[in-house]
Antibody, heavy 123, light 107 residues
Framework: EVQLVESGGGLVQPGGSLRLSCVAS????????MSWVRQAPGKGLQWVSS????????HYADSVKGRFTVSKDNSKGILYLQMNNLRAEDTAVYYC????????????????WGQGTLVTVSS | EIVLTQSPATLSLSPGERATLSCRAS??????LAWYQQKPGQPPRLLIY???NRATGIPARFSGSGSGTDFTLTISGLEPDDFAVYYC?????????FGGGTKVEIK
């Protein structure tokens, strides 16, 4: 059974940093691209960042570029999101999600999601 | 950035009725559109990818159509479990974006 479990969220002051983790199990982690998607309270979904299966290629939303860094440790089965210089508008539930990979090619759509971890940026 | 516009914002229907949800892209995205369902307190659930392909385990009452800029999610015969918020998302290019969502509520 595929499981994605996020952790690392919490309350942080503006300008602060947090590192989110997503522990994956039940699938061959090194064969899957992964992403972070966030949802501000009462709002819609916003894609944040994606990383290729091997961890070489990364992409970011403009709103987080230069502040957030995505990485994955394929030996441990963990996805990370390092978030620096946090702003109030980064307040959201952060979901990690695994890409749909039919036939070995991964698409930037997500068929497995974690339950999310809440990040609150406030003084 | 490709903007996805969903309509209507809210759809009020009764169980058993047919739901038709629309998603319009600001430029052509070929067939690179997905649909998700989200219920309160839960992560999204992938329903449809590449416009018309049902994800694993998704009931046949969910169907998707469209290409280019206009897409439709149809739920034929709403069941009580289907009342939720639905989002479209494209994978045509970076950055990936979602539509604003359509809430399907019980009339």
């Amino acid at each position: 059974e595929v499981q994605l479990v996020e952790s690392g969220g919490g309350l942080v002051q503006p300008g602060g940093s947090l590192r989110l983790s997503c522990v994956a199990s039940g699938f061959t982690f090194n064969g899957y691209a992964m992403s972070w998607v966030r949802q501000a309270p009462g709002k819609g979904l916003q894609w944040v960042s994606s990383i290729s299966a091997g961890g070489v290629s990364t992409h970011y939303a403009d709103s987080v570029k230069g502040r957030f860094t995505v990485s994955k440790d394929n030996s441990k089965g963990i996805l990370y999101l390092q978030m620096n210089n946090l702003r109030a508008e980064d307040t959201a539930v952060y979901y990690c999600a695994s890409a749909l990979c039919p036939g070995g090619s991964c698409y930037s759509v997500w068929d497995y999601w974690g339950q999310g971890t809440l990040v609150t940026v406030s003084s | 950035e490709i903007v996805l516009t969903q309509s209507p914002a809210t759809l009020s229907l009764s169980p058993g009725e047919r739901a038709t949800l629309s998603c319009r892209a600001s430029q052509s995205i070929s067939s690179y559109l997905a649909w998700y369902q989200q219920k309160p307190g839960q992560p999204p659930r992938l329903l449809i990818y590449d416009a018309s392909n049902r994800a694993t385990g998704i009931p046949a009452r969910f169907s998707g159509s469209g290409s280019g800029t206009d897409f439709t999610l149809t739920i034929s015969g709403l069941e009580p479990d289907d009342f939720a918020v639905y989002y479209c998302q494209h994978r045509s290019d970076w950055p990936l974006t979602f539509g604003g969502g359509t809430k399907v509520e019980i009339k």
